[in-house]
Structure formats: C-alpha cells, structure tokens
C-alpha cells in the first residue's frame, strides 16, 4: 500500500492503576482510521524513540499504525520511582488497555522494541492482556539472572556496571542530584574496573542507592524476585494470552542467550517467527569487528515488522509463514530458513602433548578421542586474559583473535582444514575434565581460523566454578549459538582460559565471589585439564547445503 500521510506527534497521559500517571508521544495518520496501535514503553526517554535501531515513529504511523511511546515508570516525565523491571508487568498492561481504546484505534495492539524494550513485552503478557495481539521481542532477558545478569554463575561485571551507572545517572538527574549525575556520567566513559575491588567500586559505594547494581550483585539465585521480573517464570501466563511473538537476535549480541531461550520456551505452543543476523547490541548493520558480512545482512527488521503487525493487527489475508526460523548465515553471506534450531550432532575432542599453552600447533580438536594426557593452564590475575571481540569484547564482533591465543595463559586446540564446506549452526556445548588447586572459571571461545591464519568468535561461554581437585565430574559450560559454512580450507579452534576481564570479575581462588574480592586476595591458580574420552565438544556440524538459501533479506511474515 502506498505510504499515508501522518499528523504531528501529540503527547498524551495516561494513570496506572496505583495511580502514577504515564507519559507518551503519539503519531497517527491523518485520515483518523481505525487503525491498530503499536506501543514501545521506554526506558531510556521516549523522545530517543526508535532512534537507535528501527525506523522512525512516523514510518510506522504511514504504514497504517496508530504509534505510542511510552516513557516507563520513573523514566523521561512520567511520574512514580523506577524499580528495574518491578513494574512493568502491571504498568504494561494497562498500557495496552489504555492505548487499545485510544480515539482511532481499532482495539488491537502490538508492542515492540529490544532490550528492557523487549522483555517488557513479554512481562505484559504476563497480565491478562487480550488486547494484545503481536510482539515483536528483540534481544531479550528471559531468566534476568541467568542469561542477563549472569552467565553460568558468573557476575557479568561490565555490562552490569556500564548499564547501572547509566540507569542510575537519570535516576540521580531526575532527583535533582546534579553532581551525581555528572559523577555517574564521567565513571560511565571510564569505568573504574582497576580499584582495590573492581567489583566494588568506590563509586558504587557512595552512590549505589539510585540503582539496582548491588542488589543484582547480592541477590541469592533462588530468590523470589528474580522470579518475579522474569518472563521465564511466566509462560503459561504468556501462552494464555495467545499472542504471536516475533523474536528478533543477533549472533554476537550479548542477549542472544536470552532470546533463543525464549524461542525454545514458546515455539511449539504460540505462533512464533525467529530471526537472528550476524549482529551485536547496536547497531544492525553489515559491518561489525573485522568482518563485512555483505548488503543482505543490512537490516529490513523495520519492513518486517510492519508485515508482522499487518498480518496479526489488521487481519491481512497473507499467507500462512512457511518457516519459523530464519538465520543469517556468517560464511555463506545468506539467510537460511528452517524449521527449528539444530541440536548438537557432531563431537570434537581436544588432544595434545602437553604444550598447548605454550605452541597452537600442538593442540588439536579430533573427531575421536586421544590419548588422554594433562594440559596446565596457570592463571596469574595479574595479567588475565581479557575478551577479543565476539559477545564479550568492547567492540564486539568477528576480530582477529592470534594475539588473544598465542598467549601462554590460554589453551587451543585446532581442527585439520576442512576439505569440503560444512555448516556450523546451532547452539554449542562443551564438557572439560578440570582439576584445579582453587576456585576458577572458565571461557571458553570457538573460532573459524580463516586459511590466511586470522581467527574470529563463532560462539563464547564462561563460568564460575568452586570445586575440589578429587572431583572428576566434567565442568559443563554452554556455549552461545552461532550460523557459518565453513569453506573448504577453513579450521575451527577451541579456545580456553581462566578469565576474561573485565568482562567478568578475576576469580580470586578462594571460593570467595569473585566480583566481592579485593586486589589482595587474588592469588595465582594451576589447572589442569585432562583430554581423552573425558573432555568433548559437542556442536551441530554437518554436510553444507544450498537448497534453503537466500541472498535477498526479504521474507514474508
């Protein structure tokens, strides 16, 4: 249909339940509809709006949509104190029912947008919320603790502090507090990661009171109130309000865990699209690290979206989506469209003699077990590993990672070159036998060594782990999913080290949490890591194939 003209933006209020009272933004076509709603509720201030990853309000208003954004509670100039994630069930439901029976509207409602902006869709859901027809969650928290807050027990230490000090700088300048305002802002360009206890901040300290860091730090793992802000405890809720869900990823977005979660969670029980590009955070865009993944990688979500929303808030007589997964394929330069995500179906198990610290010639991924032998691996905090690009490097993405592997403190294991292609795609899983004279963690890192010796993050997981040296269970770490064809020439590496700072806190040895210890307490910690039959590599690698492929981006909802 041809674009329609659309009136400017109005601003309107709307009073929650408890009375707090909710500031939007409003953009509508001009010729009054009836037209469905779409409503984003914002974290960060709606006047930023779709700016940083989705076309303007305006586009989507000329599309036939009646556009609502939506400062959340506490946030921009809607009233009431923000508490992460603590309102956003009840406050969003009653969004949806008050944006439902705006003048104009048709009754039906849809949300989008990614981040808080995401999961909060799906915490609506949790309420009874009829008139909410179709989200469109894009990079999502679905356990807050596990696939946000943490990763396999680990404190994510500098995503959780940058993002702290953000939310709590608004919060300060919405008190009136200037100078922790301006405190918080200059920390947030320089976190201070190198104090007597990077974990504990000085900063942080005295100013922790505007936000949620030290109760994410604090808060037991069973603690009700993960529970609560969660969508992950809420799915029959969410089911029963028989929304279609649109999930949208990115290969080294640091919330891919999160979102393919809650595809596994709800694919086989609501109507359900996912869609995963080689992309991070922000933005989505056909470059990220070292790597131009081509012109069909350049994000369409917008059209997309609007598609999505034609077919489930308008009635549409579109056709029926023939697949429910669409990948974007990192080797190929394509999308691939399939009927679910594959599981593991390959093993890999890592061999050497003893040197693989030390020569990444020596250590060797194979496709059966070796002769078992013992890899050491000497963790000194005083010079940890840090992240290379993937998910847990600033910046993200596919960079060059031989510095990163050739150093002493890190173990490989390299594949033989491929002599014909294969797909990698899927989530990965790995189980290594470790022995070690203290507490430790492990990351884990497997990468595409291209045929000119440079290698790139497919997939990344780390973990915490307090075990005595007499157990001989295998430490289970999952690693994140990834999508490539591996050409002909192309090798796979696993990569193992003991940290990867700052992203997550160094492991003190102790058994003390590492994001409590001081500089002090830090201590050097040997482990020991035994190939055989007893450490693998579990992936989904399989025969390369043409058939399901596209260059073009385009899709049908």
């Excluded at 990115?250 to 979660?261: N, V």
């Excluded at 996912?274 to 993944?293: M, S, T, Y």
């Excluded at 203290?438 to 595409?448: N, P």
């Excluded at 003390?512 to 002090?520: F, G, I, N, V, Y």
């Amino acid at each position: 249909m041809s674009r329609l003209a659309v009136r400017p933006p109005r601003t309107d209020l709307m009073t929650a339940r408890d009375g707090i009272t909710l500031v939007a933004d409003i953009w509508e076509p001009e010729d009054g509809g009836p037209y469905p709603v779409l409503l984003m509720r914002q974290a960060y201030g709606r006047r930023i709006g779709t700016s940083l990853c989705y076309a303007p309000p305006a586009w989507y208003a000329s599309h036939g949509f009646i556009v609502v954004l939506q400062d959340a509670r506490g946030r921009g100039d809607s009233g009431g104190a923000f508490e992460l994630f603590r309102f956003e069930a009840q406050d969003g439901a009653d969004s949806v029912a008050w944006a439902a029976a705006l003048p104009n509207a048709t009754g039906r409602v849809g949300m989008f947008g990614f981040s808080f902006q995401g999961t909060n869709q799906l915490l609506a859901l949790s309420e009874p919320c009829p008139a909410l027809r179709a989200v469109a969650p894009a990079m999502i928290g679905w356990d807050l603790r596990t696939d946000w807050a943490y990763e396999n027990g680990a404190f994510a230490l500098r995503a959780n502090l940058g993002w702290a000090m953000q939310l709590m700088a608004e919060t300060a300048r919405r008190a009136g507090d200037d100078a922790a305002q301006a405190e918080l802002f200059a920390a947030s360009r320089a976190l201070p990661l190198h104090g007597e206890r990077p974990g504990r901040p000085d900063i942080m300290q005295r100013l922790g009171h505007w936000g949620h860091y030290a109760g994410w730090a604090d808060r037991p793992e069973d603690d009700a109130d993960w529970r609560a802000i969660s969508p992950a405890a809420h799915v029959d809720a969410i089911v029963a309000n028989r929304p279609a869900v649109f999930l949208i990823g990115g290969w080294y977005d640091s919330h891919l865990p999160g979102t393919l979660a809650a595809w596994r969670a709800l694919h086989e029980r609501l109507p359900l699209r996912l869609v995963v590009g080689p992309w991070a955070h922000f933005p989505w865009d056909r470059r990220i690290g070292d790597r131009d993944f081509g012109p069909a990688s350049i994000t369409d979500i917008d059209q997309q979206q609007v598609a999505w929303f034609d077919r489930w808030l308008k009635g549409d007589d579109l056709p029926d989506p023939e697949t429910v997964v669409r990948l974007f394929d990192m080797g190929a330069l394509c999308w691939r469209e399939m009927p679910a995500l594959p599981d593991p179906s390959r093993a890999l198990w890592p061999t050497a003699s003893g040197r693989a610290a030390i020569d990444m010639r020596d250590g060797r991924l194979e496709a059966e077990p070796g002769a078992p032998s013992e890899e050491y691996l000497v963790h000194d905090p005083w010079r940890p590993p840090a992240p290379c690009g993937g998910r847990f490097g600033q910046p993200p993405g596919p960079i060059d990672r031989h510095a990163t592997d050739a150093r002493a403190d890190v173990l490989t294991f390299t594949t033989e070159a491929f002599t014909q292609q294969h797909l990698l795609c899927g989530a990965l899983a790995l189980e290594l036998d470790v022995a070690a004279d203290g507490a430790f963690d492990l990351h884990a890192t497997v990468s595409v060594v291209a045929t000119g010796g440079a290698s790139w993050a497919l997939a990344e997981g780390y973990g915490s782990f307090d075990r005595p040296d007499a157990n001989r269970e295998p430490c289970c770490l999952p690693l994140r999913a990834t999508c490539i064809t591996l050409a002909a020439g192309e090798r796979l590496r696993l990569s193992v080290a003991a940290a990867c700072f700052p992203a997550f806190a160094v492991n003190p040895g102790s058994g003390e949490r590492p994001w409590d210890a001081s500089l002090a307490s830090l201590r050097v910690v040997t482990l020991t890591l035994r190939t055989g039959a007893s450490s693998v590599l579990r992936l989904p690698l399989g025969p390369a194939f043409a058939s399901t492929t596209s260059s073009s981006s385009e899709v049908s909802p």
